[in-house]
């Protein structure tokens, strides 16, 4: 059975260059694929954001460790039933910023805690027919940022003959924090567009070789999945499942428990939030208030009204539409919306 939170193998370059992965040291910043601080600024700005984002994810945990959800990085393996998942990232001891999954459990006894785990984030490059040896150089050298390069062959429904199992030999890249993949995307974007709007004037001879190793990148493949999804995805990690959860110098792994196949008991909290509006608009946060809000906690259902808006108290009331599914209510008639909010 494969573990989790292993890191790809590849011709590693740049600052991790010859060196093992380091335990991991205190927090970093938020690094899901569309948030992403333009290094503006020089390296002064791009300090600052990483600081940023360090204080930003301290201040999570310190959140989560609240409501029962504390970090779990050494001690005995921990066994939890996976409820959610959150991008981040962690500074090593050399203070190199690592892109990250934080994943939250829930154990069989009904406690709860999270892991996380090193992932590093990648995407493609489509090459010139033969020229792939020759982009994986050019990266290597030109871009610093770049963590490792390696070729790797992958099925491309775009091919005339996939069908017959044939495969693209494509240029993966990889990296160790998406503020990084972003950063050379917008560099070789621009290159590949530009590259395919020339194939579509010169003859076919230019993809067999020919031309300048820039002219040879055609396009970048998987370089706008979401960086969660992008690590559930390889490694295998879903929702409503069980797993064994190992810290082992620094590294977290999980291990998917296939013979657990009963759920665990999570408190499901269900809500809807109604507010006023003009007609054939949507709610405006500026000029529309919160009329009522409805949730309901293990079977037992609340309301909660605002008196601005509703012209009288309701009473405490039954809603069932099925013997399976009873709803009882209490309510709470709030003078106004700050007083809804509140008791909410």
């Known amino acids: 059975m494969r573990e989790l939170g292993q ?6 370059r740049g600052r991790g260059r010859g060196r093992q992965q380091q335990p991991l040291g205190g927090p970093a910043g938020d690094t899901a694929l569309t948030t992403f601080f333009p290094e503006s ?7 600052q954001q990483q600081q940023q984002r360090q204080d930003s994810v301290r201040e999570n945990d310190e959140i989560e460790a609240q409501l029962g959800f504390v970090r779990y990085q050494e001690g005995p393996e921990r066994l939890g039933w996976l409820i959610n998942m959150h991008a981040t990232s962690l500074v090593d001891d050399l203070g190199v910023e690592r892109s990250a999954v934080d994943y939250y459990f829930l154990e069989a006894d009904g406690g709860t805690f999270k892991s996380t785990v090193l992932f590093r984030p990648y995407f493609y490059v489509v090459c010139a027919a ?3 040896g020759d982009v994986e150089a050019w990266v290597a050298r030109k871009f610093e940022r770049v963590e490792a390069v390696e070729r790797v062959e992958r099925e491309d429904l775009q091919m005339a003959n996939h069908l017959s199992g044939a495969k693209r030999q494509l240029v993966k890249l990889e990296f160790l924090n998406v ?3 972003l950063s050379v995307r917008r560099e070789l974007q621009p290159l590949a567009k530009r590259n395919a709007r020339q194939r579509q004037v010169v003859s076919a001879y230019a993809e ?3 031309g300048e190793v820039e002219e040879a990148v055609l396009e970048l493949r998987e370089f706008d999945v979401p960086y969660y999804l992008r690590v559930a995805i390889d490694m295998h990690v879903r929702v409503g499942l069980w797993y064994d959860v190992k810290a082992e110098h620094g590294a977290v792994t999980l291990r998917r428990r296939d013979d657990l196949v009963q759920r665990a008991e999570p408190v499901v909290l269900a809500f809807d939030i109604e507010t006023t509006k003009l007609p054939l608009k949507f709610p405006d946060a500026q000029t529309d208030m919160i009329m009522m809000i409805s949730y309901m906690v293990d079977g037992q259902g ?12 309701i009473e405490d009331f039954e809603y069932s539409p099925t013997q399976e599914y009873l709803g009882p209510f209490t309510v709470f008639n709030e003078r106004d919306e700050a007083a809804v909010l509140r008791r909410f």
């Not at 600024?41 to 300090?47: L, N, P, T």
């Not at 909660?304 to 108290?313: A, C, G, K, L």
Request: glycine share 20%; proline share 3%; net charge negative.
């Open 130 to 132: 033969g020229r792939e």
């Open 179 to 181: 503020q990084d993949l």
């Open 302 to 313: 609340y309301l909660i009204t605002n008196r601005e808006v509703v012209s009288q108290d």
């Open 208 to 210: 067999e070789g020919e």
């Open 41 to 47: 600024g020089g390296a002064a700005g791009a300090q």
């Open 7 to 12: 890191a790809p193998r590849g011709r590693g």
